[in-house]
């Protein structure tokens, strides 16, 4: 199946800061690519919907100036968490799509907010 | 509320038993997905099923899509250690977005 990335694979920043997390699909153009959270124990939550060239679509409760989304090319999205607090410590996933095929989902970032 | 309600949560079995997880909503999807989820993984698709009423079978594992669309359930037979782990229901909703269930874990002892 086609692959999905994320760099980095886990992160530990101090509360306050940004962290960046890239997504990236390495063997096919991605039109949308959507940015999940999930908690430990818990389910997949979509925060985000993004496709290329166009402003990200936030789902409801998601704060889109603290989780910036940029979608510059067919193969890269990255996520922003910016002022980062512990309660954004969590693990996010992406996943990429061609238009109307299968998600393919990237390993996943975990990040912890010290 | 979830759109998606997955049962059990949480099921611990012995290796060589069997396992069904269901997956249910009031909705109707286009389409509904089953992955697995390691720890500190993102999910692997396992099956996409389509057709109201439709079965698929990979392996030890058996799904099975309802008349109506509405729900799923997934059958394990003869369960091994290599089935732990998180297994995720997922729709596709208008707007062509994945909503996932809450998940069911599953942990087989050998």
């Known amino acids: 199946g086609a692959v999905v990335s994320q760099h980095p694979s886990w992160v530990i920043c101090k509360s306050g800061t940004s962290v960046k997390i890239e997504c990236r699909s390495l063997?096919?153009?991605?039109?949308?690519m959507f940015w999940y959270r999930q908690f430990p124990k818990q389910s997949l939550m979509l925060m985000a919907t993004?496709?290329?060239?166009?402003?990200?679509?936030?789902e409801q409760g998601v704060e889109k100036d603290k989780f910036l989304i940029n979608h510059a090319s067919l193969t890269l999205s990255t996520l922003t968490v910016t002022s980062a607090h512990p309660e954004d410590s969590s693990f996010y996933i992406c996943?990429?799509?061609?238009?109307?095929?299968?998600?393919?989902f990237g390993p996943g970032t975990r990040l912890l907010v010290l | 509320t979830q759109l998606l309600e997955q049962s059990p949560q949480f099921l611990s079995i012995q290796e060589g038993e069997n396992l069904t997880v269901y997956c249910n909503s009031s909705?109707?999807?286009?389409?509904l997905q089953w992955y697995r989820q390691e720890p500190g993984e993102g999910p692997v698709l396992l099956v996409t099923?389509?057709?109201?009423?439709e079965v698929k079978k990979l392996k030890r594992l058996t799904f099975q899509f309802g008349d109506a669309r509405k729900d799923s359930s997934l059958h394990i037979t003869a369960a091994q250690p290599g089935d732990t782990g998180l297994y995720l229901c997922?729709?596709?909703?208008?707007?062509?977005?994945?909503?996932f269930g809450g998940g069911t874990r599953v942990l087989v002892k050998p």
């Open positions: 997922a729709g596709r909703t208008a707007g062509n977005k994945l909503t």
């Open positions: 996943s990429a799509r061609r238009a109307l095929e299968t998600q393919y």
């Open positions: 993004s496709n290329e060239g166009s402003k990200a679509t936030y």
């Open positions: 909705s109707v999807f286009s389409s």
């Open positions: 063997d096919f153009q991605a039109t949308t």
């Open positions: 099923v389509v057709t109201g009423g």
